[in-house]
Structure formats: structure tokens, C-alpha cells
């Protein structure tokens, strides 16, 4: 009987994907000089089980890669060979190229045999004792290839062929500014393709639907044109001709510069069969860029400790005897028996709760999950950008729900980006300071009532509020004679297209990411702070719930129907006195609450709701606040508290604004799930509540 192995393939990727981090964080850890014998070997054992799983599965290819870097490992635990910084970021680069290689294969798309065999090359050049060599494919495509038919050529400009992924407005950028970056280069056009939008109904504000083809004149340095897509080489798909002006002949090679582009490399010859002309003529010639390393798919499975499974084992026992108990009660029932069922209905209910809270430890895991990958960042950023830095990481095995933690990532990397791009200072400039020359970044996770705390502090130069303000004014943001306290000076670098950076990089300053990090982090159902001193440093934390699927919230009610608002998002209720409002022309109502002014925020309009109480004296007042800011919400009472499970309105429905789920309530009601920082929007944007009130309609 013949066995189908296909079957094994998804745990031989799983544990495949797992090898490559160990082998990437024990690289990373390897000091120069003698090898620590422990750590080669835990790498090397690593290599060796991918190259034995793929040859078992006949992944020959990757099989007969990871051999070249097995041996090379096995020269440096044999100690034959020196631990050296060339070849550790060699071998970091080789587990870039396997990464690619295995998500290739599991995902059955197409390799870049020319990175795998410029890094293979590469790997063996190392174990014949020679200097490491870069491909040829990886030189300037400014060096044109000349000949004696040709031996003029001159780059005329770029044709670029730009697809950004639906997602990309959620890893914190924005097409429209790259293009204007492309612009201030050279002599810009460009053709949109608007192919992928869907029907109105459909459209969601946060996806990325366009496409672009442009065309970019001028004398420009190709590694320009490449800085200005390298932030979202993982996000689009992308390639690159240069068009070069020669004198006889077309010659066409395109060069992709991202995994993800279907088309493979073309290479035309046209022979001009005419007079030669007297104006040169242009024509694309083949632009060679390093390839984006590959993200393999989120995993649809996790590993369970056999502590939580039997956990819950026993407490399925425990529901069962007291079902059993119920059932006997029920079927011999008297009014002496009343006593036995009201404690049988409490035992039910004690073990419903302890199996539901048994149930969701199983989606929680360390969120040394989402730490790790920020080893291997700070390493490289830290090259790119000439700047030591140290990077500590303490709670990691804080526990995260697992759908919190996959959503999290993003907006974390690019916070851990900007600490180091714009925090940190750069050698000289510490030790001029009386700092160490080497800067330090920690990550660090904690539990704090029902809600993880994850805080990014660097010790750079803090946030120039000076510096803040005035770009902040020179834009519009602000106005120049606005009193703003230091700490709604900081909040300003939320907002969309805020930058302070005076030299674009291709690490950050395109002013994209930060309002779209709070967005992200406010749509899982928590907050961002800041905190930062001149001179000595930031700190960056953020709050956010163990779950998204079951939270803590507060009932409300609003005419004569129910709704939840999350109770990490209230500051206090209030009883209000009419004389205490302020009436502004086209603000509305506002209530003076302490140093601030709140806009307030009536329900059953928002609603469409027909109201049974519109006084404001006969009702409360719930400040709530998101964004950083506060609103106050006007109800007719409280109703109490309690945990609710989240259903999604976007899987059941579609997704409305200033709502941000649903729940069933005890009584079998359904009981709508507010959400705060799309009420602000409404507050805003008052025509968005228009939507609302169509849904309803219909």
C-alpha cells in the first residue's frame, strides 16, 4: 500500500519555518572569532533537518542548498573555520534565500534561480577559502554593457511598472507619496490602471485597488528610483527598465525587482534593419536589483502545551458529572429538589466560565512570536543606517492571543523603525552627548489588568517639540500662535503625513506609518502613548486587549435599544446640568469637563433612533475616549457590566461605521458593540452617519 506523504507537508513547513528562526537568532548571536561550539551546533542541526525533510520529500533543490551551508556550519563547529562577520551575514543571507526557496514551493509559485545561485556561489566561493564575490547580476545597472556595435549608451530614464498589494495602506504607506517622491526626481507621467476596483458597495477605504505604469525622464542613478520602493518591497508588486538611448539597435531586458511579479525576465533583440538614424533612440536595458526576501504565509495552526489540553480534558469531565446531575434532577423534579438545582446551576456556570477561560489560553502564545523577527531588523537596520545599537527584550513569554499578535506585527516594526531611525543618534553624536557610543531599543510586554502592555523605549534624542510644531504649522496642522502642552505636541506625529525628517530614507521620513500605527492599534481595541524627554529618550506604549474575541464592556441604553461600549474605552458617567453646556456654531454641543471641552455626542441621532428622553439633565453623559481624545456619548441610563462575545459585523453583514460588532445578550437580544474612535469620525464627519441611517432604512 503505496502512502500519500503530500499529507506530511504542512507540518515539514511549519517545523521547516521554525528551523529557519533558530538558525537566524543563533547567527545573530554568534560573536566573532572562536565558534561557541552550542550555538553552531543548535544551527547546524537546524540546516540539517530542512536538508533531510526536503530530500524526503524530493524538494531537491533546497535539499541541495542547505547541503553547501550544512558544510560550511560543519566547518565552523569543527574548528576549520573562524566565525567572521562576512560570513555571518552570508549565512544570514543564505536563510533569507531558503526562506524564499520553502514559501516557493509551499505556495507553488515560481523561484529567482539567479539570487539562489548568485548566494550559492557566493557560499561556495567562502568554503574554497575565497573572498565572497556579489553576482554580476547585482551591479550598477548605471554600467551598461557596451560593445563594438554600441560603444556609446546613455540612460534616458526608467519605466516602472508599480502594483501595490491590498494591504498596503495598512503596513503604514501610501502610494500617492512615492509617486510624488518619483516626481521631484525627473520628469514624471504616468498611466493608472483602475482594473481592480470593486462595485462602490464593496469598496473598502483602508484596501489598495490601483495600479500604475510611469514613465520617469532624466539622468537618474537607478539605486534613486529603487530607494524610493524599498520600504514596500514586501507589499507590491514591482519591475524596473531603464530605457537607454544608443545609437543603432534595441536592446530589451526587464529586470523584477519583487518575488510576487508573474512575468518572468524577457530579453528581445530588435535588429534595426533600416538606415541608421541620426537621433538616438530610446529603448529599455535590463535594471538588476536584490530581491525581497519572502514572507511565508501565517501559520493556520499552533502548538498546544499538553498542560492546557488536559486542563481541559478535566474540566469537559467536570461539565459532564454536573450535566449528568441536572439531567437526574430534571427527570425526578419536586419543590424540595429547588435548593439541589440552584446549586447544580451555579456548578454549570462556574465550570462554563473556567472552560471558556481554558479555552482561549489555548490561542494565547508568547509573544516572543512577534519579538523575534526584531533581532534580524535592528541587526540589519543598524548597518544600513552606520549606528550601534543594542536591542533588550524582556516579557517575552507575556501571553497574546493569537489573532492580537498576528495584527500587532506591523505596527510594531515600524514603531522599533522609527526609534531607530529617528531616536537614536549616531556614534559621534552620542559620545558628544556623554552617552555611550551604542544606542539601546527594548521591547518590553507585560499584563496589566485584563490587557497586555507592549512598550518600545529607546535612550536617543527624544522628540524635538520645536521641530514638531513648526513642520506641524508649516503644513496646516496648526495653527503658528496655538499654546500646545509638550504632550499634544508629541500626539501631532499621528497625524497623516506627519514627518520631521529632513533627508528621505529608505528606512523612514516619507511621512507615512504613524497615523496608520494608530489605526491599526485603535482597531484592535487599543491605544498608543508617548512619553519622551529631550535628550534622553522615548518611550512608546501600547495597551491592548488579550482578545478580540471576548471583551469586558459596559450595557447602555439608547431609546429603547441595548448597546455595549468597551470598557477600556471609558473615563468616567456623569450627571449633566444644562447650565454647564457651551453651544458653539458648528461644533455643537460641548461640556466642560475639568481643562478641556468634550464634544457630546447624542446616540439615537448618530442612530436614528426615536428618542424617549432628549433633555440632557434627565439623562448621563459616558466620556469615552480613543485617538487621544475624548468625546462624551449622552444615554439614557446604565444597565451594567459584563463580558461579551464579540461577533464580527463585516463576516455576518458588512462593516458600518461607528459600530465595530455585535453580541447576544443573556435575554437572547442582540446588542450592538460601539466603537469609539469611529464615533469620532461620525463626530467629524457627520455625513458618514448618513450610511448609517441607510442601512437602517433598508
Not at 524610493?228 to 507589499?235: G, H
Not at 552606520?386 to 507575556?398: S, Y
Not at 510594531?412 to 531616536?423: I, K
Request: proline share 4%; with cysteine; charged share 25%.
Amino acid at each position: 500500500m503505496s502512502i500519500d506523504i503530500s499529507q506530511f507537508h504542512d507540518v515539514f513547513f511549519e517545523e521547516s519555518f521554525e528551523g529557519l528562526d533558530a538558525m537566524e537568532n543563533g547567527l545573530l548571536n554568534l560573536d566573532e572569532g572562536a565558534a561557541d561550539v552550542d550555538a553552531i551546533n543548535t544551527i547546524f542541526r537546524a540546516a540539517h533537518s530542512i536538508k533531510g525533510g526536503a530530500g524526503t520529500f524530493g524538494f531537491m533543490a533546497v535539499s541541495e542548498f542547505t547541503h553547501v551551508m550544512e558544510t560550511l556550519l560543519d566547518e565552523m563547529r569543527n574548528g576549520q573555520r573562524e566565525v567572521t562577520s562576512d560570513s555571518t551575514n552570508l549565512l544570514l543571507e543564505a536563510v533569507d534565500v531558503l526562506r524564499e526557496m520553502l514559501t516557493a514551493v509551499q505556495q507553488k509559485t515560481d523561484t529567482d534561480d539567479e539570487r539562489i545561485a548568485a548566494v550559492n556561489k557566493q557560499l561556495e566561493a567562502m568554503l574554497a577559502g575565497e573572498k565572497s564575490v556579489a553576482d554580476s547580476g547585482d551591479e550598477d545597472a548605471n554600467d551598461v554593457t557596451t560593445s563594438e556595435e554600441n560603444p556609446e549608451q546613455k540612460i534616458a530614464g526608467w519605466q516602472i511598472t508599480f502594483h501595490p498589494h491590498k494591504h498596503l495602506f495598512q503596513t503604514g504607506n501610501d502610494p500617492v507619496r512615492m509617486l510624488r517622491e518619483l516626481a521631484s526626481l525627473g520628469d514624471l507621467t504616468s498611466q493608472l490602471n483602475d482594473d481592480g476596483l470593486p462595485d462602490f458597495a464593496d469598496l473598502e477605504p483602508e484596501d489598495s485597488y490601483l495600479s500604475w505604469h510611469l514613465t520617469l525622464k532624466g539622468d537618474i542613478p537607478k539605486d534613486d528610483v529603487v530607494e524610493i520602493f524599498e520600504w514596500v518591497d514586501d507589499d507590491c508588486d514591482l519591475s524596473i527598465e531603464a530605457i537607454v538611448q544608443q545609437a543603432t539597435g534595441v536592446e530589451i531586458a526587464v529586470a523584477q525587482l519583487d518575488k510576487n511579479v508573474a512575468e518572468p525576465v524577457a530579453e528581445v533583440q530588435q535588429e534595426s534593419k533600416s538606415e541608421p538614424s541620426s537621433e538616438p533612440t530610446p529603448a529599455p536595458v535590463k535594471a538588476v536589483a536584490k530581491k525581497a526576501a519572502a514572507s511565508p504565509p501565517a501559520a493556520t495552526s499552533i502548538r498546544v502545551g499538553t498542560d492546557k489540553v488536559d486542563s481541559l480534558i478535566n474540566l469537559v469531565g467536570e461539565l459532564v458529572i454536573t450535566q449528568s446531575m441536572l439531567s437526574q434532577i430534571g427527570d425526578n423534579f419536586v419543590p424540595d429538589m429547588l435548593p439541589q438545582l440552584i446549586d447544580g446551576l451555579a456548578q454549570l456556570e462556574r465550570n462554563s466560565r473556567e472552560m471558556q477561560e481554558a479555552i482561549m489560553r489555548i490561542r494565547m502564545l508568547p509573544i516572543s512570536f512577534a519579538f523575534n523577527r526584531f533581532p534580524r531588523l535592528v541587526h540589519d537596520l543598524s548597518d544600513k543606517s552606520g549606528k550601534k545599537v543594542e536591542l533588550k527584550l524582556t516579557g517575552e513569554q507575556t501571553e497574546l492571543d493569537k489573532t492580537v499578535m498576528e495584527k500587532i506585527g506591523d505596527p510594531l516594526v515600524h514603531l522599533v523603525r522609527n526609534s531607530l531611525d529617528h531616536g537614536l543618534e549616531t556614534p559621534d553624536v552620542r559620545l558628544a552627548a556623554g552617552k555611550d557610543e551604542t544606542g539601546t531599543i527594548q521591547l518590553n510586554a507585560y499584563h496589566q489588568g485584563g490587557n497586555i502592555i507592549i512598550e518600545i523605549v529607546d535612550d536617543g534624542a527624544g522628540l524635538n517639540e520645536e521641530k514638531i510644531f513648526s513642520k506641524a504649522v508649516e503644513k496646516g496642522l496648526v495653527e503658528a500662535d496655538a499654546d500646545l502642552s509638550p504632550e499634544k505636541i508629541h500626539e501631532l506625529i499621528f497625524l497623516p503625513g506627519f514627518s520631521t525628517a529632513d533627508v528621505v530614507s529608505d528606512i523612514s521620513g516619507r511621512g507615512v506609518g504613524m497615523d496608520v500605527v494608530r489605526s491599526n492599534i485603535t482597531g484592535l481595541g487599543g491605544s498608543v502613548e508617548i512619553k519622551s524627554k529631550r535628550g534622553e529618550g522615548s518611550t512608546f506604549t501600547i495597551r491592548l486587549p488579550l482578545t478580540l474575541a471576548i471583551m469586558d464592556g459596559q450595557t447602555i441604553r439608547v431609546a429603547n435599544e441595548n448597546y455595549i461600549v468597551p470598557l477600556i474605552s471609558i473615563i468616567e458617567t456623569l450627571e449633566v446640568k444644562e447650565s454647564d453646556m457651551k453651544y458653539v456654531s458648528g461644533k455643537g454641543e460641548l461640556y466642560p469637563l475639568r481643562d478641556e471641552y468634550v464634544p457630546v455626542i447624542r446616540l439615537y441621532d448618530i442612530f436614528n433612533l426615536e428618542p424617549t428622553i432628549t433633555d440632557l439633565e434627565e439623562g448621563l453623559l459616558v466620556i469615552v475616549e480613543g485617538e487621544g481624545q475624548k468625546i462624551g456619548l449622552f444615554i439614557d441610563d446604565l444597565l451594567g457590566q459584563q463580558q461579551v462575545v464579540i461577533k464580527s459585523l463585516e463576516t455576518n453583514y458588512r462593516k458600518v461605521v461607528g459600530l465595530s460588532g455585535a453580541t447576544i445578550l443573556g435575554d437572547g437580544n442582540v446588542a450592538l458593540i460601539l466603537d469609539v474612535p469611529g464615533l469620532m469620525a461620525l463626530y467629524r464627519d457627520p455625513s458618514l452617519a448618513k450610511v448609517i441611517t441607510s442601512e437602517r432604512a433598508a
